[in-house]
């Protein structure tokens, strides 16, 4: 519906381990933002790109990266995987400077 | 989340109004949003607010937004039962994508 994809859907990792998650932003939109959402709580701002560029970054720590691609689509690498950082992800695009931001399904990452 | 302020949780009888609230607190505010989460769904944006105006109407959508004491409100008209969900309020402070979420508020719609 919003044209933002996320893949994959659920997955289930062990601690130590690394994890890639992949968004395909909606066509027309340079901007991609990366968020966690634990159980219970709002998104919280990982960090976001916009041509290729991360240009702002919430309170992660560096184990936590990402890409953007020249297609704007955009992945998100995490390192060193904690039992904490079991929570949903969420992409979200935008064309720059406009005010509608629409969010893809999420990804939900166990960690056990 | 800790900037942004919702209440957690509203009941509400079919066909009634529902308000839901929200205060902010930085005033470079941007955009106000107002997202709807179902379980296990991602975030679906219902309606959002540029900082320069006081109201928006969109269907059954209100959203008010009062800049002076940095309060901003969705009312749903005639709530129906498909509208439980979880309701996020956020605000953007920059032209890029870098929202500031509130905890979320719980609507629970009873027949």
């Known amino acids: 519906e919003t044209g933002v994809t996320q893949s994959p859907t659920h997955l289930i990792k062990t601690r130590g381990q690394q994890v890639t998650l992949r968004c395909s932003s909606q066509s027309g939109h340079n901007t991609v933002s990366w968020y966690q959402q634990a159980l219970g709580q709002g998104p919280q701002f990982i960090f976001q790109?916009?041509?290729?560029?991360?240009?702002g970054r919430g309170n992660f720590p560096p184990r936590f990266s990402g890409l953007q691609f020249p297609n704007y689509s955009s992945e998100l690498n995490v390192n060193a995987l904690e039992l904490d950082d079991s929570a949903l992800y969420l992409c979200a695009s935008s064309p720059r400077g406009v005010g509608e931001l629409f969010f893809g399904e999420g990804s939900r990452l166990t960690v056990l | 989340g800790e900037d942004v302020e919702q209440s957690l949780f509203l009941s509400v009888r079919e066909g009634d109004s529902s308000v839901i609230n929200c205060t902010y607190t930085?005033?470079?505010?941007?955009?106000l949003y107002w997202y709807k989460q179902e379980p296990g769904a991602g975030l679906q944006l219902l309606t959002y607010?540029?900082?320069?105006?006081d109201m928006k109407q969109d269907q059954r959508l209100t959203v008010l937004l009062n800049k002076k004491d940095k309060h901003l409100s969705l009312r749903i008209a005639d709530t129906q039962t498909g509208d439980s969900a979880i309701y996020f309020c956020a605000e953007r402070t920059d032209s890029w994508g870098k929202l500031q979420f509130g905890a979320g508020t719980q609507v629970v719609v009873t027949p």
């Open positions: 607010i540029f900082s320069n105006m």
């Open positions: 930085d005033s470079s505010s941007t955009y």
């Open positions: 790109y916009y041509r290729e560029e991360e240009n």
